[in-house]
């Protein structure tokens, strides 16, 4: 398996996240949580017996992963959204109890994350063609908050207003005119 290590410093201030509790993790930080993520995913793989390239990279305060295999099929089953969803928390939970620290860590399997965003791509263009026919508001159905994160920043590029409503599981954007 390959580690690959991209680290992005202009968006991670080291001396502010030292100062300020709430503050965004180091790069050294993010490095220990994406090797930290890899050996577990790497074992995870090894029992599943599937092949896959990990990549780490550290950027926006977190730690990413890629896993990808040259066999398309190969990784088919781990990259459904749910799966993907369930192995990051398995793998945060991973990092969180070697490190003592709650983990922002994103997990991508076989390019799900990529197929999520074009996904959420067309739920606020459908969303938005309702507004621009009449619709005061339009409500999209309950989502993690990385994907509602996506969901404000493609709403905002288009020109338009989102906020989140609800709490824990019923907690989903609504998306107005600006």
Aim: charged share 30%; with cysteine; hydrophobic share 35%.
């Amino acid at each position: 398996m390959d580690n690959n290590v991209t680290e992005n410093t202009d968006v991670i201030n080291a001396d502010a996240a030292a100062d300020a509790p709430d503050a965004l993790p180091t790069i050294g930080q993010l490095e220990q949580e994406g090797d930290i993520a890899a050996d577990y995913i790497e074992e995870f793989l090894d029992i599943c017996d599937l092949d896959g390239d990990i990549d780490i990279d550290a950027r926006n305060g977190r730690a990413y992963l890629s896993v990808n295999s040259s066999d398309a099929t190969n990784l088919r089953l781990l990259s459904k959204p749910d799966t993907v969803n369930a192995l990051q928390e398995l793998t945060r939970l991973a990092v969180q109890n070697k490190t003592g620290s709650f983990s922002r860590l994103i997990l991508d399997v076989g390019g799900s994350r990529e197929a999520r965003q074009a996904e959420l791509t067309d739920l606020v263009g459908r969303a938005i063609e309702r507004i621009e026919g009449g619709a005061t508001e339009a409500s999209l159905p309950p989502m993690s908050s990385y994907e509602r994160k996506l969901v404000h920043d493609i709403v905002s590029e288009r020109g338009f207003v989102s906020e989140s409503l609800g709490e824990g599981r019923d907690r989903h954007t609504v998306i107005t005119a600006a």
